[in-house]
Nanobody, 129 residues
Framework: HVQLVESGGGSVQAGGSLRLSCEASGGTYSHYRPYCMAWFRQPPGKSREGVAA???????TIADSVKGRFSISKDNAGSTLYLQMNDLRPEDTAMYYC?????????????????????WGQGTQVTVS
């Protein structure tokens, strides 16, 4: 069973930056088993949406709404996922979740649909004013 714990959220002014982290533990994922890790966000009163994803091969997908401002990365062990957020805007305000799915990469066009992920963390709040 994979456990995901997000951190790094907070309150910032528009134009500021934050770096989110997600620590993964448990389960049997490794470099030898395909996986897709992604950041999702859920603004107040809205549905959860995919922000960025990265898979075992290091292939990256970024949502158009944050392209050029956000970047996703992971450590070599694949146990820590990061989301670097620059030039933050009030519309970026949301609860941010780390999510993971095993035995499949992020390709196929469904990376941004939360129903395709089996594991997710408790979330970390990002507020931009």
């Amino acid at each position: 069973h994979v456990q995901l714990v997000e951190s790094g959220g907070g309150s910032v002014q528009a134009g500021g930056s934050l770096r989110l982290s997600c620590e993964a533990s448990g389960g049997t994922y490794s470099h030898y088993r395909p996986y897709c890790m992604a950041w999702f966000r859920q603004p107040p009163g809205k549905s959860r949406e995919g922000v960025a994803a990265i898979d075992t091969r290091g292939s990256v997908t970024i949502a158009d709404s944050v392209k050029g401002r956000f970047s996703i990365s992971k450590d070599n062990a694949g146990s820590t996922l990061y989301l670097q957020m620059n030039d933050l805007r009030p519309e970026d305000t949301a609860m941010y979740y780390c999510q993971m799915r095993l035995d499949t990469l992020c390709s196929g066009g469904d990376w941004g649909d939360t129903v395709h992920y089996k594991y997710w963390g408790q979330g970390t709040q990002v507020t931009v004013s």
